[in-house]
């Protein structure tokens, strides 16, 4: 049993009654329809002998089989409809889940973005959905082919043997048109996840197309990925529809065939009118469930490929690992130690053998160029990585004996991009501590500054932050993730350059609410402004992934090394724009 079988078959198990109706159902309406051959036959034996009453009789049953044929096909379809959809959806939870607990790292590799994740969150899974809503074909038709197979026999059977020569040639066929047929629904979905990330460039990065002048190129760059998407799955379209023709003529020539044998036979009184409209209708019958059938096969090569494309990343193992100890973090700690952590990222070194011990309560800026590491120093305590080699504990305890939930939850950002949920303000700011009182954000948003800008917006603190907050100016948006912080109450705070996209009004604002939430707390600051952090217990100075000086701003300013270079620059620069 493959992989994707098992996957679906392991979501079906809940819905075992449905499945049952969805077959029952099928069965009864495959039983109905294949009686109606019996009552056609017994009404043109009786118009052909006169026979009035057995006419009567005979489209009387008819009308009724067809009412519950309809019945039980209506139940059969909307049962399997709606399990489908509950299956479907289910996928959509697991990846949804899976997308939130799968490290940073995998996010940041991830060939076509977060685009492409939406692109197999929700094309692909559609997809899926049409090849479950086969299942009630495979439940019906195959019973319909067996039953009108038999019909067939039954009234002539040396013409049916003659009929079945042509079914192994057109098996091969169907066979050769579903591999290449996969081979371009792969490549379609590959195309569409290109033209959801370039979808969803376009979207977050209007403000930046149009600033630069590139509407044509993003234009002509979603038309060329359009035609590379219609391309494949014209393919797809021209194999599928290859088989349709062939089978539609090989009926042709078929039915002409059964004609001349029947009026062979009719005239020579070996059969009589009605076995030969019997017979039409049975081959008919027959002919629908084969094209079903063929219909399936290629539906469920492209929900394959759907499917394992799902469960590439369902079953993707870069999750950060929960605590198998399961400690809680400890309430009364004192230090938070790096020893020998190393971090390499893609294979390229980020973290050399870096040690560091910060006491509870102090303030500890990192300072470099970019690329020094010091991103990656604040993200490992968070565990949105684990270091390649060393540890990292508070007091005694690895960060990784403690329960994931339990660390994260005592642990508080503010980061340069402040993301905001599309909801209310004082939702955004409750985010931070849902076990709290919602009425207690109040004194959060106060403390943070943004109480005044927020009480003059028309709907306070009812009022929508729209998407990624970007009905907000940006210094609003700050001190809303600065409420948020707050209201975490969290013993250790990362403040990750949250000032340096900043004017230097909003700048202001926002640090009287930092300093109000630094109060009390062991900070982490990464400083883009090297005048922000000269009041820090420890300055740590970082080049190349490596801690090459450590001390207080006037420690490191007597010492004349990196920081002091980097103070000068900032210095000088501050003096030309002055």
């Not at 082919?145 to 079945?164: A, D, E, M």
């Not at 044998?261 to 009118?273: K, L, N, Q, R, Y």
């Amino acid at each position: 049993m493959n992989q994707e079988l098992k996957f679906i078959l392991s979501l079906l198990k809940e819905h075992r009654g449905r499945l049952t109706a969805v077959i029952v159902t099928g069965l009864l309406t495959a039983g109905l329809q294949l009686l109606q051959p019996q009552f056609t036959k017994k009404i043109f034996d009786n118009l052909s002998h006169q026979k009035t009453e057995g006419v009567q009789e005979a489209i009387l049953s008819l009308v009724v089989i067809m009412a519950l044929m309809l019945l039980f096909r209506y139940i059969h379809l909307v049962t399997m409809n709606i399990t489908s959809e509950k299956v479907v959806q289910k996928i959509r939870q697991l990846l949804q889940k899976k997308l939130m607990r799968l490290n940073a790292g995998f996010h940041g590799s991830f060939e076509s973005g977060s685009g492409g994740l939406m692109s197999r969150t929700l094309n692909d899974v559609i997809t899926v959905f049409h090849g479950m809503r086969i299942f009630a074909d495979v439940a019906r038709e195959p019973f319909i082919l067996v039953g009108s197979l038999g019909w067939l026999f039954y009234l002539n059977p040396k013409l049916t043997l003659l009929i079945l020569v042509a079914v192994p040639p057109l098996a091969i066929a169907t066979r050769q048109i579903s591999r290449s047929i996969k081979k371009y629904v792969n490549r379609g979905q590959e195309e569409m996840e290109v033209m959801t990330s370039t979808l969803k460039e376009t979207l977050d990065g209007v403000r930046v197309i149009q600033s630069f002048v590139l509407e044509n190129d993003m234009e002509d760059r979603f038309k060329k990925e359009s035609e590379r998407y219609i391309e494949a799955r014209s393919k797809v379209y021209r194999a599928q529809e290859l088989a349709s023709p062939i089978n539609e003529l090989v009926m042709v020539l078929m039915t002409g065939g059964i004609v001349l044998v029947f009026a062979h036979d009719i005239s020579a009184g070996t059969t009589t009118p009605g076995a030969f409209i019997a017979y039409i209708q049975a081959l008919l019958m027959l002919g629908t469930p084969f094209k079903k059938i063929q219909e399936s096969v290629v539906r469920l090569q492209e929900s394959a490929v759907s499917l394992k494309r799902v469960l590439s990343i369902l079953n993707n193992p870069n999750e950060v690992a929960q605590s198998t100890a399961k400690s809680r973090f400890p309430k009364d700690w004192n230090t938070i130690s790096y020893e020998k952590v190393n971090f390499a990222y893609a294979d390229k070194p980020i973290l050399k053998n870096f040690s560091l011990k910060i006491q509870r309560g102090q303030v500890v800026a990192f300072v470099g160029a970019s690329g020094s590491g010091k991103s990656t120093v604040v993200n490992l305590l968070e565990r949105f990585f684990d270091p390649t080699s060393g540890s990292i504990q508070i007091d005694e305890t690895p960060l990784q004996n403690i329960d994931l939930d339990s660390l994260r939850k005592n642990i508080a950002l503010v980061n340069q991009d402040v993301f905001l949920f599309s909801d209310s303000v004082e939702n955004n700011i409750w985010f931070g501590n849902r076990s709290r009182s919602l009425s207690e954000i109040y004194e959060s948003a106060k403390a943070a500054n943004a109480d005044n800008f927020i009480q003059k917006k028309a709907e306070g603190y009812k009022t929508k932050v729209g998407d990624r907050g970007g009905l907000l100016s940006g210094g609003e948006k700050q001190r809303i993730s600065i409420a948020r912080a707050m209201f975490k109450d969290a013993p250790i705070l990362i403040l990750d350059e949250a000032t340096s996209a900043l004017d230097s009004e909003s700048e202001l604002e926002v640090q009287k609410g930092l300093d109000q939430l630094m109060q009390g707390r062991t900070v982490l600051v990464i400083a883009h402004r090297l005048s922000t952090i000269t009041k820090a217990d420890k300055i740590v100075v970082m080049k190349a992934g490596e801690i090459v000086e450590v001390g207080t701003h006037q420690e490191l300013i007597t010492q004349g090394g990196e920081y002091q270079r980097l103070f000068e620059i900032q210095f000088n620069q501050l003096s030309v724009e002055v």
